[in-house]
């Protein structure tokens, strides 16, 4: 059997899409329109508590093309947390026009394949800090699932402990190459939702996570290894463009 590797985990999340009914958005009388949208910006003030608590982070934004129309994506200490959370907002009136689109359950995972032997990293705030992160409020996120395939010749967890950290050294090299200019965010979800990991981007620049995934589909990680659920790529959502956004 080849040795698993050992697996650092932060705070629980929760990526929740959701489609807007637009048809009842706009036939919906102006009064109750507002109160939607009252108890939205309260719900995400709510979310922005957490954040300044340091117990938790909310990334909100609108999702392009019609596979959602917006994302919550919530880090939270405890699984309870996030199904609060979720019921939280399902208790909105604004939850009333959105339909659920799709949803991911994970939990922010650091792998030790780089690990500096003989230290514990929990007593390194760096490491901490990326178990812990706050998520930035970037212009643009990108969102998709992904796993370490198990077939026939190409089979990750069959590739002993030395191969695979020297794949995810060479992964490593690529995403640093980007730093600056692209925060990610991987999330373990074996035992909690279909795929393996949530692979979360965060950037000013949305052709970097086209030129970044596209390097890395070279790179013998995920070129042999690596298996693909739906993207989704969106905007953030301040306030004047949530407004301009529901303004009908
Ligand atoms: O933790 C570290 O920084 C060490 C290096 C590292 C690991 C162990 C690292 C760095 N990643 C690691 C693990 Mn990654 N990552 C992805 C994707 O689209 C694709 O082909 C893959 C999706 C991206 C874009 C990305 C970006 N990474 C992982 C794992 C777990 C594997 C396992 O445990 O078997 C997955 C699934 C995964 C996938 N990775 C980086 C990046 C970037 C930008 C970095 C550099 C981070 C930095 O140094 O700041």
Redesign the pocket.
């Known amino acids: 059997m080849s040795e698993a590797?050992q697996?650092l985990e932060g705070w629980y999340a929760l990526h929740d899409f959701r489609s807007i009914d637009w048809q009842s958005w706009k036939a919906s009388p102006p009064e109750l329109r507002e109160q939607a949208m009252e108890e939205l910006e309260q719900f995400l003030r709510q979310c922005a508590q957490a954040g300044e608590a340091k117990t938790g982070s909310t990334a909100f934004y609108s999702i392009v093309g019609q596979k959602a129309d917006i994302v919550f994506m919530h880090l939270r200490e405890t699984l309870d947390e996030l199904n609060e959370l979720e019921a939280n907002f399902q208790k909105t009136a604004f939850a009333d026009f959105t339909i659920p689109a799709y949803s991911y359950v994970s939990v922010v995972?650091?792998?030790s394949?780089?690990a500096k032997p003989g230290t514990n990293p929990m007593e390194d705030p760096e490491i901490v800090a990326?178990l812990k992160p706050q998520l930035p409020q970037s212009r643009h996120i990108c969102f998709?699932p992904?796993n370490?395939k198990r077939d026939g010749q190409d089979n990750?967890y069959m590739e002993p402990m030395e191969r695979?950290r020297e794949m995810?050294?060479n992964?490593?090299l690529?995403?640093?190459s980007?730093?600056g200019r692209?925060k990610?965010i991987?999330t373990?979800s074996v035992g909690f939702d279909d795929w393996?990991?949530g692979?979360t981007?965060f950037s000013d620049d949305p052709l970097v996570f086209k030129k970044?995934?596209y390097e890395?589909?070279f790179?013998e990680?995920?070129a042999r290894y690596?298996e693909?659920g739906g993207f989704y790529v969106g905007n953030l959502l301040d306030k004047p463009k949530l407004d301009r956004l529901f303004t009908v």
Do not use: C
Request: net charge positive.
């Open positions: 590797v697996t995972e650091l792998s394949y780089m990326r998709y992904m370490k990750w695979r995810m050294r992964h490593g690529i995403g640093r980007y730093a692209v990610q991987i373990g393996e990991w692979v981007l970044l995934v890395m589909r790179d990680a995920s690596g693909f």
